[in-house]
C-alpha cells in the first residue's frame, strides 16, 4: 500500500483518482502532479515503482498544501471572517449557507431536521 502525504492510497485505482483521496488535491490538482511527475499512462497504484512514488511524494511536500495543513488554513480563513465580522463570517456563525443559497426551502443540510410549527390551538384546548 502506497503512503502518500499520510493517506493509504487504494492500489486498485488508478493513480490519478487515487490521489484525489488526499485532502486538498481534486483530479484537475492530481493530473498536474503526474504531469510534473512524469508518470505517463495513467497506471494503478500498485504498479508504480518506488521512483515513481518518491517522486510523487517530493513533489507534493514540496508544492502543495494537504491534509492536516490545508484543514487548519480552512479553519484560520474561517475564525479571521468571524473575528472581523465579515457577512461570511456570520453567516458561518449562524450555521446557515454561506455562498448566497436560498434558505426559505432547501439548505436543510446547514439548518437540520425540519421542525413543524403549530398554531398551539390543539394543546390550549387540551389543557381545559
Partial sequence: MVRIAGTNLNNE?????????????????????????????????????????????AYIDKNLTVESDAKILITRNIKRLKDISAYRGLRHNAGLPVHGQRTKTNART???????????????????
Avoid at 485505482?13 to 483530479?27: D, S, V
Avoid at 512524469?38 to 494503478?44: K, L
Avoid at 431536521?113 to 381545559?128: L, N, P, Q, Y
Fill in 13 to 57: 485505482k488508478r493513480i490519478e483518482i487515487a490521489l484525489t483521496g488526499i485532502f486538498g488535491i481534486g483530479p484537475t490538482t492530481s493530473t498536474k502532479i503526474l504531469e510534473a511527475c512524469n508518470i505517463q499512462g495513467n497506471p494503478r497504484t500498485k504498479d508504480l515503482t518506488d521512483d515513481e512514488v518518491e517522486r510523487i511524494r
Fill in 110 to 128: 446547514k439548518r437540520g431536521k425540519k421542525v413543524t410549527m403549530g398554531s398551539g390551538r390543539k394543546k390550549a384546548a387540551a389543557k381545559t
